[in-house]
């Protein structure tokens, strides 16, 4: 089975589904009419139709099953921890949405699911950001860092790093020095949901500890800045690690060899 590196530098819509953006232009098989002479005119060309949305699902169907396995699978193994973390969110958020703690939790279990989410998240967005992204950016512009002018630079950092999630303390490597970089939309997701939660963790902590009473209503104030960001950052993660996306910029045999 021959592997097939695909080198298309195809835009990426958000993380939707890759549309092929070649136009087919096919010129009129003959002049109208059946004049001669300079009397006749050219038959103007047909307008350029653009491929169908529905091309890059057929493409797909040129894999096989083995192929389309390999392919997806990064988007397989990443969409099996995603869905802990939104079972665990959707808990949390659920109990504020409705005042009440699920019956199968003590208010310790309860508290403790939070505070395990933030850490598991933690875990897993470092992961991330250390080993995996650096290696998809080789190819893939979803993941890659743009360099920036020090000036745009320069006023970023002078922000402050406020609501749009850049630079935050603990996450935030590789922005100090020379040749700053914009982080792509992906990690600015890890920035915003992280900078959210030590708000949602401190409170839990100090519910533990007692020193105040856990409030449903407060909790969810310190949960739905961030969470909306959270579910579509799992969401839109893996679309990204697709097969109709990877088979784009990576071979059979490379997809073998990827760390997860």
């Not at 993380?15 to 009419?33: I, M, Y």
């Not at 961030?226 to 579509?232: E, I, Y």
Request: include cysteine; hydrophobic fraction near 30%.
């Amino acid at each position: 089975m021959a592997s097939e590196a695909a080198n298309t530098e195809a835009p990426v819509d958000g993380g939707d589904s890759v549309r092929n953006t070649e136009l087919d232009a096919k010129p009129s098989d003959h002049n109208s009419g059946s004049g001669s002479g300079s009397d006749s005119e050219p038959a103007p060309q047909a307008a350029p139709k653009a491929k169908p949305e529905s091309e890059s699902a057929s493409a797909l169907a040129s894999l096989t099953p083995e192929e389309f396995r390999i392919y997806n699978r990064l988007a397989d193994q990443m969409d099996y921890f995603h869905d802990h973390f939104r079972q665990m969110y959707t808990t949390l958020h659920m109990a504020c949405t409705t005042g009440r703690r699920p019956v199968n939790l003590t208010l310790k279990q309860f508290i403790d699911e939070g505070l395990r989410l933030a850490r598991y998240l933690e875990g897993h967005h470092s992961i991330e950001e250390t080993h995996l992204y650096p290696l998809l950016a080789r190819k893939m512009p979803e993941f890659r860092a743009s360099s920036t002018s020090h000036k745009s630079s320069s006023s970023s950092s002078s922000s402050g790093g406020g609501g749009g999630g850049g630079g935050s303390t603990a996450r935030g490597k590789g922005n100090s020095g020379k040749g700053k970089k914009e982080e792509c939309e992906l990690i600015r997701q890890h920035r915003i949901i992280h900078d959210g939660m030590e708000e949602m963790v401190e409170y839990l902590q100090r519910c533990r500890n007692r020193e105040c009473e856990l409030e449903l209503g407060v909790l969810k104030e310190k949960i739905e800045p961030w969470g909306a960001v959270l579910l579509r950052h799992l969401d839109q993660e893996v679309r990204d690690l697709g097969a109709d996306k990877m088979r784009r910029h990576w071979t059979l045999q490379e997809m073998k060899t990827f760390p997860i």
